[in-house]
């Protein structure tokens, strides 16, 4: 038998869940399919366990797409302060961490259960366990799963993308979007950590653990947050917000002393030698780093030429990362949906009405720090009001 639903939400991830509460609060009669045995899998692990859910500072120009005007439409109308009155409605405590981060004190539960308890309380269903199998158009939307089909008028793609796929994430929206002729801007991880070669692994990786502040820079775009040392190469804040903007065989640049003149005490110093120079490198850098930077990048001399090399080195230290660990660490999936494709006040497709797309599977990435739950409630939300 066919159950009849006035918008099928495909996906109950962050975007998902907040479409089907906005739409069902407006008295639409929504059902929500998800494939795994519970909703919000990637809510429930993001920011360590304590949900990073929106970010205080969130503008435009702190996301990535082919068409950077897209989504200012929906963040307009869908601000951080909502979602906020949203979590304190809810009683849930939380906490600012750096640059306008906002986190649960508790638990990424809290997040999950508060979109949850919205869904049940405006008559949505979410349908667990769900595999889609079949999706077809006529004068509706027919969703065919292994034990049930659906029938609606509407039908709103929020699946996500790639990053994570042992959370189970998969090509569907893309393929969807495919099988409706719609337009794909090509996939890459974002937000994700760095390979270096081998030659630059052999030298640096066995410091793994080591944690410093840098500016990265790549192609014009610059973050200075921490990097940590990994056993195959770098991540931290830093580095995953540069990779977002890295290509395969651009350099990547990293000034390791932002803001300091490494070499001044040097200078000053009556004894100029190796020494003394990586105890002014340790002031300022960690002992194990400095350590090897002195021992990998001896100066040939201690004149005033030779340690302007050395200071220059260390501000810019440029590498050519063999890769990013790709999907399988990556936090989102930027391109996706064109969004020359969409609506940026709904999100429905322009060929395809009835058709919507949110959240992560849209050519819409934001930066390290909640901007993506912010597009996430965002582009939820357009929708959702729209159906």
Known sequence: MIQEF?????????????????????????????????????????????????????????????????????????????????????????HQKTLGQLFCDRSAVDINGMLEAECRATGVQIFLNSRITEVTRSTGFEVVTASAAFRAPAIVIATGGLSIPKMGATSFGYDLARQFGLKIVPTRPALAPMILDANSRKKYCDLAGVSTEVIASTGGHSFREQMLITHRGLSGPAILQISSYWSKGQPLQLDLAPGFEVTASIREAKVRDLAAARTALQRILPKRLAARWMELHPPAAWTNQALAKLESQLHEWTLSPAGTEGYEKAEVTAGGIDTDELSSKTMESHKVPGLFFIGEVVDVTGHLGGYNFQWAWASGAAAGRAL
């Open 6 to 94: 006035d918008a099928v939400v495909l996906g109950a991830g962050a975007a998902g869940l907040m479409c089907a509460m906005e739409a069902g609060r407006r008295g639409r009669r929504v059902a929500v399919l998800e494939r795994a045995g519970v909703a919000g899998k990637k809510i429930l692990i993001s920011g360590g366990g304590r949900c990073n859910f929106t970010n205080l500072d969130c503008r435009p120009e702190h996301f990535l797409s082919a068409n950077p005007h897209f989504a200012k439409s929906a963040l307009a109308r869908y601000t951080p302060a909502d979602f906020i009155a949203l979590v304190e409605k809810y009683g849930i405590p939380y």
